[in-house]
Antibody
């Protein structure tokens, strides 16, 4: 059974950094691309980052490019999102999601909330 | 970036009736279209991919159609557990992944 558990969310001041993690179990983590998707309070879904199964390819939307870094440790079955220079508009629940190397997201974690506020 | 537009924003339907949700892409995405269901306080759940292929465990009352720029998700006979928010997502490799703004399906 696929299990994705995010952690590391919290309250952080604008301009500061935060790293969230996603622990994967129940499947061969190193075979799958992985994504981060966020959802601001009362809003829709916004894609944040993708990393290929082996970590060699990464991509981001313009809204976070240059500030966020996605990475993975396949020996620890863990996905990361390093968020730098945080802005109030980055406030959201951050979900990790599995991609069977096709583009759709077939399993999601429960999310970790991040609040950027002074 | 490909913009996804869903309509209507809110759809009111009675249990047992049919619901049809629409999703339009600003340019062709072929069949690179997925649908998700999200209930309050929960993560999204994959319903459909490749426009018309049901994900594992999704009941047959859910069906998807379309290609290019116009897509629909139909729920043939609404059950109480189907009232939720539905999102479409394109994953065509011409563009970064984008989601529609969602359709809220509510009880009439």
């Amino acid at each position: 059974q696929v299990h994705l558990v995010e952690s590391g969310g919290g309250v952080v001041q604008p301009g500061r950094s935060l790293r969230v993690s996603c622990a994967a179990s129940g499947f061969s983590f190193s075979f799958f691309a992985m994504h981060w998707v966020r959802q601001a309070p009362g809003k829709g879904l916004e894609w944040v980052a993708v990393i290929s199964f082996d970590g060699s390819n990464k991509n981001y939307p313009d809204s976070v490019k240059g500030r966020f870094i996605i990475s993975r440790d396949n020996t620890k079955n863990t996905l990361y999102l390093q968020m730098n220079s945080l802005k109030t508009e980055d406030t959201a629940v951050y979900y990790c999601a599995r991609d069977p190397n096709s583009g759709w997201l077939d399993s999601w974690g429960q999310g970790t909330p991040v609040t950027v506020s002074s | 970036e490909i913009v996804m537009t869903q309509s209507p924003a809110t759809l009111s339907v009675s249990p047992g009736e049919r619901a049809t949700l629409s999703c339009r892409a600003s340019e062709s995405v072929g069949s690179d279209l997925a649908w998700y269901q999200q209930k309050p306080g929960q993560a999204p759940r994959l319903l459909m991919h490749t426009a018309s292929i049901r994900a594992t465990g999704i009941p047959a009352r859910f069906s998807g159609r379309g290609a290019g720029t116009e897509f629909t998700l139909t729920i043939s006979s609404l059950q109480s557990e189907d009232f939720a928010i539905y999102y479409c997502q394109q994953y065509n490799n011409k563009s970064p992944i984008t989601f529609g703004q969602g359709t809220r399906l509510e009880t009439k």
